[in-house]
């Protein structure tokens, strides 16, 4: 089910026979961008709907999973349309969250591009970020789950690769193997959403680096995970890991990976950053001494960056090169040795050091999306896709937007489905 787009007055009162996890009551024509984009954000499906329609959420109540009231400027005890709002929200057990003013203040996000806007839910000059009105919203689309076992948080729009080849069909529940299958998809795609979770909330974004991301399951659960972080005001570590496989049983490995890969070391009340080389070596010994079942490995590219000097130190461990993009000149792979994580406990891992300049772009891509990067040939060297060729000198957020688009269009077919991450950085 894809994002239901936010409607016009005049298409409001259309009633949907699809679950929708937010309606925006609102007398204003359109949603306001930062909603808009934060319920993309979430992949929230949505709909605008006027004050004096709110009606229509009566016909199919279980259809609804929370709904928000834009009340700003309005007097809460002098309107009685709002009254008769509540009180029908609440005898439908639909939660209701009020915005009542608008303020200024950075908002956290992953996604490409920063907002500066964010909403306070009272009447006082205590303000709520974007992060925190999502909390809300979770919670609420959780009591509906709980109070309606007919009731379902709708899966992310930007359906994983197998969910677009398969399709979204619901198993026949009539028969007990078919209520089986979808109660193991239920948790699956609840699984995938914790995952989620583990991912960055925001990226670094500041007047010397802008950031961007992919993260494209093939499942409802990923076997990759990656992180962007400000280790201190001069430093920042970031990574994309990739466990072998994909479903659960690698899902399961990335979360460990992301609380095992340590950047820096605190000691009374100093600290040491971990070099690349010290950070791998690190996680692989932790991987190798948790003796998993299966045979568990992964790969891994581990960069540090000194935002003063726009020096990146890198490491990796079995897993693509990092992709420099640089005005005037073709694409560069970062080469630097390294084994496979988790297999020997004294594995070596190289680490090099390159010197960016001011709009070098530089991309980290799991195996998974090497075909929107370029392929080998029988000499093992690279060939660059003709689309980040023709890219070379676009912004970093412009660069993942395309190849986004690339990975939503291109025909899947079962033999390559795989998960996809990209992590991009540009020097400002």
């Given at each position: ?263 820096r070391e605190t000691v009374n009340n100093r600290y040491r950053i971990f070099t690349p080389t010290e950070t791998m070596r ?35 461990a079995g897993h693509p090169y990092p992709i420099l993009l640089r005005a005037g000149q073709p694409p560069q792979q970062l ?94």
């Amino acid at each position: 089910m894809g994002i239901m787009q936010a409607t016009r007055h005049s298409e409001a009162s259309e009633t949907s026979e699809s679950f929708t996890d937010v309606v925006y009551l609102s007398d204003k024509p359109e949603l306001p961008a930062e909603m808009r984009r934060l319920f993309r954000q979430k992949k929230l499906s949505f709909r605008l709907l006027p004050p004096d329609e709110h009606e229509v959420l009566s016909r199919r109540p279980d259809l609804i999973g929370t709904a928000i009231i834009d009340a700003q400027g309005t007097d809460l005890s002098q309107d009685p349309k709002l009254g008769r709002i509540i009180e029908s929200l609440e005898r439908n057990n639909i939660g209701a969250i009020f915005l009542t003013q608008r303020i200024k203040q950075p908002v956290r996000s992953f996604s490409l591009t920063p907002s500066d806007s964010s909403f306070s839910m009272t009447n006082s000059m205590e303000s709520i970020s974007l992060d925190d009105l999502w909390a809300c919203i979770s919670v609420n689309l959780t009591q509906r789950k709980h109070q309606n076992q007919g009731i379902a948080v709708k899966p992310p729009t930007l359906r994983s690769s197998s969910e677009r080849l398969w399709g979204s069909r619901m198993a026949d529940e009539s028969q007990p193997e078919g209520a089986l299958v979808n109660s193991l998809t239920e948790q699956l795609r609840l699984a995938g959403l914790v995952q989620r979770d583990f991912l960055p909330s925001h990226l670094p974004n500041s007047e010397e680096t802008q950031w961007a991301a992919m993260f494209l399951p093939a499942e409802w659960v990923s076997g990759d995970i990656y992180d962007v972080t400000r280790i201190d005001e001069q430093h920042i570590g970031f990574y994309i890991a990739d466990a072998v496989g994909h479903s659960m049983p690698a899902a399961l490995l990335t979360i460990f990976i992301k609380q095992a890969l340590v950047m820096r070391e605190t000691v009374n009340n100093r600290y040491r950053i971990f070099t690349p080389t010290e950070t791998m070596r690190n996680l692989n010994t932790r991987m190798a001494g948790q003796k998993l079942s299966g045979y568990q490995f992964a790969t891994c590219c581990y960069c540090l960056l000194n935002v003063k000097t726009r020096q990146l130190t890198f490491a990796r461990a079995g897993h693509p090169y990092p992709i420099l993009l640089r005005a005037g000149q073709p694409p560069q792979q970062l080469e630097t040795r390294g084994a496979l994580l988790g297999i020997f406990e004294n594995a070596e891992f190289v680490q090099e050091t390159v010197q960016l300049e001011a709009g070098d772009r530089l991309l980290l891509y799991s195996d998974g999306a090497e075909s929107l990067i370029g392929h080998f040939d029988g000499t093992a060297d690279m060939h660059f896709a003709e689309d980040l060729i023709e890219m070379n000198e676009a912004p970093v957020t412009k660069i993942i937007d395309r190849l986004m688009e690339r990975a939503k269009d291109r025909r899947i077919d079962p033999a390559e489905l795989d998960d996809m991450t990209i992590v991009g950085l540009e020097i400002l």
